[in-house]
């Protein structure tokens, strides 16, 4: 089944936030920020930018009528600067005017001085410093300083990862408008709508029933809207709340794209160690977070970074530490993997590094170490493992040694051009990693007419998630998918929502639609039963072509006549329903629990070819087994993992976020960072399905698939180093991604300063 929007996308209908029509009197936001990365406001004057013809209001940190806070995990965020300034980009002031040219214009007039202090950017010299978010975190499996000793082979080494920008198509924005009563409507594109509900309570003063949010759907969030939405909304909502007018905010690319936090960068040490079977014995890791100048999600990304250290491997004796470090950049923020793609690539790199020492491929040292069921992850779960099933069918499918002496061939018979190949597993820990927020709710009405309209707090945001919930009301009434109506996610109808994130949201509000769709359907049963004159009370309902079946006969009652005949009976045809996910825990305290309710695990061959001349290269192929479950809908799962090795990969390869050492952003717009585009997506792209028939809490047995694929991304970086090595063997491996062309063409030719 195609995605439900898919034709409103084509035809251009869709609502987004700029589409919706402004209403007389809406006054455009922009705020004025600091130029400074860290730094002393020691003059601020507003006078010329208010007297500007066409401003109604500018707004600074004093006009705040709650609190200046809008940090989600720790009260470290102002939402406007009052004194210290903590990075470029940090709003200080907002201007409220009748054009968003005029409050351009504004802003320009504003006079501010900042004092600047000495700023940092860099993870391990906030770490030397003591500039620490949140107390470091530690996981410990076994015991790794009694397992060096029977090594047989140790190796050490350094890994750096950079961020990444979202660059979701829609930019962030909000749109507040005034109801009455003082009550506030807010449409944003958020993925947490409770999580805006809840910043603009804080910053107006509000009580949360006061303040309305609704989401129709949003361009692309990738995690950059899961906390980082609040800002634009809790500004639009101050400016409401303060002149009683509509205020919108849509931010151009230029400033989402330098006020807004990306990927954590992280930077890591780590040390391996081998029997001389190729088994690992013991990994110790000590991850460096750039958290950015706020908390933010970071310490929750943090912990994901730990939980998936490992990766798809079993290794007895783990110590895993991680850094939360407080740099003066924009707080960095959640983005697809949350930390964990960042922990996966280290043990990567320490498996990369060790394989031509230990004579091998990376792949014999993968295969070697896969975890199986029964083993434990570092934080005490046991796995429940598809790494070596999806690994057997990934040699079945595909020809693994061929494809290795293929690319051995072509590197022996090409000087200027070289081949290299990767092997990527995956897994990945399905749930959110704080136990409270793995809750949903889902609110289905059916009408008279037999129209049913159902609303969760699920967020649609091109994932197709509004198409898997449609599709469980469709499968537990037998109904025609246009009989089913999916609303705007709206914290009026379903409250206190996790935000749409952790690739939960399908499992979470699927599950509770499924459970009030059932709920209703139990109630539909004894109607038919009264009706169809049976003493059956455990007569199992069917409806096949808008016809009733009771225990596969026939009843002649059309789905129409049962609800019009429950509603004569007065039998309630609304249900609200709320799941939590069972069985998961985690404790701090000792590092260990039951965070995930299941994983999710695949295998990933990428082959490139590197012009050894120029230093770019080309993705022959990503080749995939990957670990469905059941999947419910095919064509929308493999859109999210295309999608998402397409993004992996420019994470590996192109895309560079760069601030200068003033903490500037200079890959500021899509000039200086550049996205993958169609010449850089692979060639050829198959993934073979792995369906597995077991039982687990994933809605009707589909896993999760939005943030799992990203990461066979991985396996480009570790193909290019592979193609670099086989043209310039005396090059040392090192461990800095993105793999960008400078990057690769100063590595072929072993240059130090890479
Ligand atoms: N967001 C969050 C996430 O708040 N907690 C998580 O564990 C998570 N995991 C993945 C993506 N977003
Ligand atoms: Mo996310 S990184 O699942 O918002």
């Given at each position: 089944m195609r995605s439900i929007d898919i034709h409103d996308h084509v035809k251009g209908r869709s609502i987004y936030l700029d589409d919706i029509p402004l209403i007389q009197g809406t006054l455009f936001a922009r705020v004025f920020t600091s130029n400074v990365a860290h730094g002393r406001i020691i003059k601020l004057d507003i006078s010329k930018a208010r007297d500007l013809e066409g401003v109604h209001k500018v707004l600074i940190s004093s006009d705040i009528t709650g609190i200046n806070q809008i940090g989600g995990i720790i009260d470290d965020e102002p939402l406007m600067a009052e004194n210290i300034v903590d990075f470029i980009g940090m709003p200080i002031a907002l201007v409220l005017a009748d054009s968003e040219s005029i409050a351009r214009k504004a802003c320009k007039l504003i006079d501010c001085k900042i004092e600047a202090f000495e700023e940092i950017t860099d993870p391990r010299i906030a770490y030397e410093k003591g500039a620490l978010i949140i107390p470091s975190k530690k996981f410990i499996l076994g015991d790794t300083e009694s397992t060096w000793s029977s090594c047989s082979h140790i190796f050490e080494g350094k890994a750096d990862i950079n961020g990444q920008e979202h660059l979701y198509i829609e930019t962030q924005g909000a749109y507040a408008q005034p109801v009455e009563g003082g009550k506030i409507k807010v449409y944003s594109s958020t993925q947490g709508p409770t999580a805006v509900q809840r910043a603009i309570a804080k910053v107006t003063?509000?009580?949360?029933?006061s303040i309305e949010v609704d989401v129709t759907r949003i361009g692309g969030g990738f995690g950059g809207k899961e906390d980082q939405a609040n800002a634009w909304a809790a500004l639009c909502a101050l400016g409401t709340h303060i002149t009683g007018r509509p205020v919108k905010y849509s931010l151009s690319r230029e400033e989402d794209i330098y006020m807004t936090g990306k990927r954590h960068p992280y930077s890591a040490d780590f040390k391996i160690g081998f029997d001389n079977k190729l088994k690992i014995l013991a990994y110790e890791v000590t991850f460096f977070q750039n958290?950015?100048?706020?908390?933010d999600l970071s310490p929750a990304v943090l912990e994901r970074t730990l939980f998936h250290c490992t990766n798809a491997y079993f290794i007895p004796n783990v110590i895993a530490i991680a850094h939360c470090c407080k740099t003066n950049l924009p707080p960095n923020t959640a983005f697809r993997g949350f930390g964990g793609p960042q922990g996966m690539f280290v043990i990567e790199c320490a498996i990369a590094i060790a394989a031509p020492k230990l004579n091998c491929k990376a792949s014999d040292i993968q295969k070697a170490n896969l975890i199986t069921t029964g083993d434990v992850f570092p934080y005490g779960q046991l796995a429940e493992s598809e790494a070596e099933t999806s690994w057997q069918q990934f040699e079945d499918r595909f020809d693994l040694k061929k494809m290795q002496q293929d690319v051995d061939q072509f590197n022996k018979e090409n000087i200027h051009l070289k081949k290299g190949l990767a092997v990527q597993p995956i897994c990945f820990g399905i749930s959110f990693t704080k136990t409270l927020m793995n809750q949903a709710r889902s609110l289905v009405h059916i009408y008279t007419d037999g129209s049913v309209g159902i609303t969760t707090g699920a967020v649609e945001m091109g994932q197709g998630v509004n198409t898997k919930i449609a599709q469980v009301a469709a499968h537990i009434f037998s109904l025609?998918?246009?009989?089913i109506r999916i609303y705007s996610t709206n914290t009026t109808r379903i409250a206190n929502t996790s935000p749409s994130a952790a690739s939960a949201t399908a499992d979470l509000n699927g599950k509770a639609t499924l459970m009030a769709c059932e709920a209703i359907k139990e109630r539909l049963k004894k109607v038919v039963i009264s009706i169809a004159d049976t003493k059956e009370q455990n007569s199992d309902i069917e409806i096949r072509d808008g016809l009733v079946f009771l225990d596969s006969l026939e009843t002649k009652i059309t789905w129409q006549e049962l609800i019009s005949k429950a509603f004569e009976q007065r039998v309630s045809l609304s249900e609200h329903a709320h799941y939590a996910t069972p069985d998961v825990h985690f404790d701090w305290s000792k590092g260990k629990g039951h965070p995930f309710s299941y994983h999710v695990y695949g295998t990933s061959v990428t082959q490139v070819t590197v012009d050894c001349i120029r230093g770019n290269y080309e993705i022959d192929f990503v080749k995939v087994v990957h670990?469905?479950?059941?999947?419910?809908?095919p064509m929308i799962d493999l859109g999210q993992i295309e999608g998402g090795i397409v993004q992996g990969i420019g994470w590996m390869t192109c895309e560079d976020v760069f601030y200068d050492e003033k903490g500037k952003l200079r890959s500021n717009a899509l000039s200086t960072y550049k996205i993958p585009d169609i010449y850089a997506a692979p060639k050829e792209i198959d993934i073979i399905p792995l369906i597995t028939d077991k039982e687990n809490l994933a809605i009707l047995q589909s896993k999760a698939v939005g943030?799992?694929?990203?990461?066979?991304?991985?396996g480009t970086y570790f193909a290019i180093e592979n193609a670099i090595q086989s043209f310039n063997p005396a090059v040392p491996c090192r461990m800095n991604a993105p793999y960008t062309p400078e990057k690769v063409l100063l590595a072929l030719y072993g240059s130090k300063d890479l």
């Open positions: 003063g509000m009580e949360m029933h958290a950015g100048a706020a908390a025609p998918i246009d009989k670990d469905y479950g059941q999947s419910m809908n943030e799992p694929p990203l990461m066979y991304g991985l």
